[in-house]
């Protein structure tokens, strides 16, 4: 049978069935899909293809699904260090923001942070951000997979002036992208704090109506709890339970201070936590409850939040991060395994944007959206176990292939001349022209 690709490997983790490593293993690839799994040799007899990659010394997986960025903000990285929340928020970004927002800012932000993000491993990311079909256009033109927002803040911006425009805005944005392969939408309210009670009811009547996910910041900080309170009289996730947000579409990002009981309605309800660790830490809002919700049977997902709070778009590097905190937080290593954090980083991102019948594990039928790691490097050898090895050894420096759909859209070349290098030198410097360009006008 003549396909597309045969991709052979040293090591293949699927993620389904979960906690599970197979060995000298080919995944064939044809029109996209995954169209089998199975041993090297009976690759070879099988198959004919148009093209076979050898990766004698890589593990294959499911490629990474970032719950929660704000690709735009590339652009921004580096504003604002050292400073609170809101103090981060009113005084270093939204003030640029409000000079340089535009469906030009918003594309150009979001292609150097695709571009960033398929070197590092990442093929789908859910984004949240004003002109988010200008956010489709960059993510794509990159070759990400994507979910975009329908979002709704309450104060006006470039992108729309009151909260009736924001609503109108994101049910064409919904309706524009119905039945798109590449690109899905999620109703994205940007916080309890920032969005009245009838537009965040608004929000989920969209959301019921369309059957997409709510992307909301939730319980970020201390503060956003107090403010509830003192407001509203409940903290903001009874605040939104009672509006009708609280449901099965529901992705809580940060959810850094979300008690032992909301974190058991969250998974009562079937509810997902899209968990960014660099960030909460470097905004110092906190340690996320991660061990706590997933032994309450909350759906996690990583994310990487946007360059301006991070710096960087690794998810790699959160998920590691992710997995040690949790350890340390409830002090019990046994938490927050291996299988459990590659899991959320992949597969648990897909569910909770309602994708994970396409992506997020390897698996026949599937779309072959996949990475290739690496695992012959000097703080990578010996290998006991490939996927320990990947979450705590591994850097994105040793992603070397990155595929959406079948496609290559990012690859390294290990060494040349004894020096690491980005196979596309122009595209590095196209970036570096783009991010100067915005950089000039701040």
């Not at 079909?133 to 729309?160: H, K, M, N, Q, T």
């Not at 965040?200 to 369309?210: D, F, G, I, T």
């Not at 905004?283 to 759906?299: I, M």
């Not at 176990?385 to 959406?404: C, F, G, K, M």
């Amino acid at each position: 049978m003549l396909i597309d690709t045969l991709m052979a490997s040293r090591w293949v983790i699927p993620i389904v069935p979960k906690n599970t490593t197979l060995e000298n293993q080919t995944v064939a690839v044809h029109q996209g899909r995954i169209v089998d799994l199975l041993p090297i040799e009976e690759a070879r007899q099988r198959y004919q293809a148009k093209e076979t990659v050898s990766l004698p010394t890589s593990a294959v997986m499911p490629g990474f699904v970032n719950l929660h960025s704000h690709a735009a903000m590339n652009l921004l990285r580096g504003l604002g260090p050292d400073l609170p929340l809101m103090d981060w928020l009113t005084k270093a970004i939204w003030p640029v923001e409000g000079k340089l927002m535009s469906h030009e800012f918003v594309r150009d932000g979001s292609y150097i942070a695709g571009v960033e993000m398929a070197q590092s491993g990442i093929t789908c990311t859910s984004d949240h951000y004003f002109f988010p079909e200008a956010a489709a256009e960059g993510l794509r033109d990159a070759g990400l997979r994507c979910a975009v927002s329908a979002f709704v803040i309450g104060f006006p911006s470039a992108w729309a002036k009151n909260d009736a425009e924001y609503l109108s805005k994101s049910e064409v944005l919904i309706e524009s992208f119905k039945g798109n392969e590449f690109v899905r939408t999620t109703i994205a309210p940007h916080a309890p704090y920032t969005v009245s009670d009838d537009s965040l009811h608004q929000c989920a009547v969209l959301s019921e109506k369309y059957d997409i996910p709510i992307h909301i910041h939730l319980n970020e900080t201390q503060t956003e709890i107090e403010g509830s309170l003192k407001e509203h009289g409940m903290r903001p996730t009874d605040r939104l339970d009672k509006l009708g947000l609280v449901n099965e579409r529901l992705v809580a990002v940060h959810n850094v201070h979300a008690s032992e009981s909301e974190l058991k309605r969250l998974a009562d309800v079937g509810a997902s936590m899209a968990h960014c660790p660099c960030s909460n830490l470097k905004l110092a809002s906190g340690f996320a409850p991660v061990a706590k919700a997933l032994n309450a049977g909350v759906n996690l997902g990583i994310g990487t939040d946007g360059v301006a709070s991070n710096d960087k778009l690794d998810m790699l590097g959160e998920t590691r991060l992710a997995a040690m905190l949790a350890k340390a937080v409830v002090n019990d290593t046994t938490k927050a395994t291996v299988a459990d954090m590659l899991e959320a980083a992949t597969l648990g991102g897909a569910r909770a944007l309602q994708w994970d019948h396409e992506i997020g594990s390897i698996e026949k039928g599937k779309a072959a959206d996949l990475i290739a790691v690496n695992l012959e490097s000097a703080y990578t050898i010996p290998v006991s176990d490939p996927a320990t090895q990947i979450l705590y050894s591994a850097d994105r420096e040793n992603i070397t292939h990155t595929w959406v759909n079948g496609c290559l859209i990012a690859t390294k070349v290990a060494q040349k001349e004894g020096k690491k290098f980005d196979s596309d030198q122009n595209l590095v410097e196209s970036v570096k022209l783009i991010a100067l360009k915005w950089q000039n006008k701040q």
